[in-house]
Structure formats: C-alpha cells, structure tokens
C-alpha cells in the first residue's frame, strides 16, 4: 500500500479556476509535508512545505494541514494554463531519515 | 535560488556496464538524496547520505548501487553492473536541514 496517497491522480480546471489537490500519509511517523511541481522534463521544485497544523499562504498557493488525520491539501486560485504539471506530494519520515513521495496529481488548466 | 547540478545529463551503456552519475549540491547543505524516476512514473527515494554516510536506503537501493562523496565535493551514485530496469531518470537532491530540498536536473540512464 502506498504509505503517501495523492488524489486525484489527474485533474482538469480552466483559466482562472481553483485546482484543489489532497495527499495522505498512512505513516504516523511523518513529521513534514511538502508540495513539488513538476513539469514536464523537468525536475520537481519546491512549492511550500507545511508541519503546523493549519493553513499556509503564498501568492495564489494555499496549504492545509491537519495532523491528526495527516492530510495536506493544495489549492492554486487563478490556475493558470503554465500552472499544468504534476504536482508531487512528499512526507518525511522523521524515524527513518527518508522521504516519501506520492505519485502525483497532473494538473491541466485549459486556457 | 541554489542550483544543484549533474553530469551528464544523460548516458547510454550497455547492460552489465558499469555507471557513475555525478551530483555537485549546494555547497553548504549537509543533507544529501538520490531518487529514481521511471519516465512520468512515481519518484521514487533510493539513499539518503548526511555527515559522510548512508543513513536511510530502500528497497530499491540494490545491492549493485553505491553512493560516496570522495573528495567532500561531488555525490556520486555508481551502478555495477547495470541492469536493463535501472533505466530512468535519476535525481540528486541536498538539502540545507531536510526541510528544503534542490533538486538537480537530473539525469537520464538509458541500458541496453
């Protein structure tokens, strides 16, 4: 089983719209969460990570998390069409000194 | 913002090879990661390197795989003998205190 669950595995918004993206860690272990983007052939650069509960903001980017459920989400108000990626989420394992990433979500704003 | 870089960019060898992937990470990050990524697949954690050893590998981290930091500059990853499933793309990543991770731009191993 997939200790770290994105979903959906692929989602459609317009120009403009909101895209909302989820990931769960089975691990109780998992201390951070960060979110990646990804495009294609390219390699994954940071958007935010999160380790509070509660809600971070940056520009159009909005995190949540609730660690008692160890469920983040990412929000991107306004999607634009250069917005279309995968969008990776990732949990640290603080027992094992080891990353875990999701499979991803892949974002497609339509202009 | 810090740029993590690898060489080569990409490399074709012939299975049962021999294949070292250079990382060169941000000079003062103390944290140190390869990942594997089967094109558009899953990136998947292989080691992770801090303080001149492996702390944490996986299951994919075969035997035939190793990772050093010779000379304390470049992270290296060698693959003796490749197989034909380790083709992928490969990524170096370091990190400042695990929060934050750079990641290289990867490089694509192609066995045949």
């Known amino acids: 089983q997939q200790k770290v669950q994105q979903s959906p595995e692929s989602l459609i918004v317009p120009e403009g719209g909101m895209a909302s993206l989820n990931c769960t860690s089975s691990?109780?272990?998992?201390?951070y969460f960060w979110w990646y983007r990804q495009h294609s052939g390219k390699s994954p650069k940071m958007l935010m990570s999160i380790f509070s509960n509660g809600e971070k903001e940056e520009g159009r980017f909005t995190v949540h998390l609730n660690k008692a459920s160890l469920h983040t989400s990412l929000h991107i108000r306004d999607s634009q069409p250069s917005d279309s990626a995968l969008y990776l989420c990732a949990a640290d394992d603080t027992n094992a000194y080891k990353v875990i990433f999701g499979k991803g979500t892949h974002l497609h704003v339509l202009p | 913002g810090p740029k993590v870089l690898q060489i080569p960019s990409h490399q074709i060898i012939d299975m049962g090879q021999m294949v070292t992937l250079n990382c060169d990470p941000v000079s003062n990050h103390l944290y140190f990661y390869w990942y594997k990524q089967i094109l558009g697949q899953q990136m998947e954690f292989l080691v992770n390197?801090?303080?001149?050893?492996?702390?944490?590998k996986s299951k994919l981290f075969k035997d035939q795989f190793s990772v050093e930091r010779p000379d304390g500059s470049y992270f290296t990853l060698k693959i003796q003998p490749t197989a034909l499933e380790d083709s992928a793309v490969y990524f170096c990543?370091?990190?400042?205190?695990?929060?934050?991770?750079?990641f290289g731009p990867g490089t694509r191993l192609t066995v045949l």
């Open positions: 691990d109780r272990n998992v201390d």
């Open positions: 990543a370091s990190s400042p205190d695990r929060v934050e991770q750079y």
């Open positions: 390197f801090y303080n001149g050893k492996v702390m944490e």
